[in-house]
């Protein structure tokens, strides 16, 4: 069996319920959201989106927003001042380019303030089942201890790699168990390598510790 794909068996019998663990309603509260989760935990965006989406439940509200009132709605989380200018510009963009619609093209996605081609492969994904890989630091991490990409790698260089390595319609569901894995088990400090499935084809130099 090849690596990539013990790799994923393993990785679906861990979670085979993976999911993308962004709070939303719709399109545009998953765009907003993971714009808003930039450098910052799921966890503490989640805690900021409901009273946030409540007031600006659309681009409609959230395009004629007092910046300061978004900014003390999602302040508890980092860069919060720039993400609050964005999701107004990004709002006021869907309206008059997209008739208040989130986009479903990749190109469209990545013109919008904020969105880069992370964000954009997450909404591609899990909006409108677009297979795609978006490389956060889970991803990265994982990718870079199981050997299926190299430290120096730039985040667009792992995801080639795993474009390439992983079968084109698995990316969706590999996309979130990575996270989950990065996330629940293979942690940045004290992974847990004791009962790791995965121990012998690691290549995280201090797992013997």
């Avoid at 979670?15 to 962004?22: G, N, S, T, Y």
């Avoid at 889970?138 to 050997?147: D, N, P």
């Avoid at 990409?149 to 590999?174: C, G, T, Y």
Wanted: include cysteine.
């Amino acid at each position: 069996m090849k690596k990539e794909e013990h790799i994923l068996e393993v990785l679906e019998l861990m979670f085979p319920d993976a999911h993308v663990e962004l709070n939303h309603q719709n399109n545009f509260e998953l765009l907003i959201a993971v714009v808003l989760s930039a450098q910052t935990t799921d966890v503490g965006v989640n805690k900021i989106t409901p009273t946030l989406f409540q007031k600006y439940p659309s681009p409609y509200e959230m395009m004629n927003a007092d910046i300061k009132d978004i900014e003390d709605k999602i302040k508890t989380i980092g860069l919060y001042r720039n993400k609050a200018k964005n999701i107004i510009l990004l709002s006021k963009q869907l309206v008059e380019k997209h008739d208040g619609i989130v986009p479903g093209e990749r190109e469209a996605l990545e013109l919008l303030p904020g969105v880069g081609r992370k964000t954009a492969n997450v909404v591609l994904s899990n909006a409108f089942g677009i297979p795609a890989l978006a490389v956060d630091t889970h991803v990265a991490r994982v990718s870079i201890r199981l050997g299926l990409a190299n430290k120096e790698d730039s985040v667009f260089e792992i995801e080639k790699k795993l474009m390439k390595k992983l079968p084109r319609e698995k990316w969706q569901k590999a996309h979130h168990q990575f996270i989950f894995f990065g996330r629940y088990h293979c942690l940045a400090k004290n992974p847990k390598c004791n009962n790791c499935p995965l121990f012998d084809i690691c290549k995280y130099e201090n797992k013997n510790q």
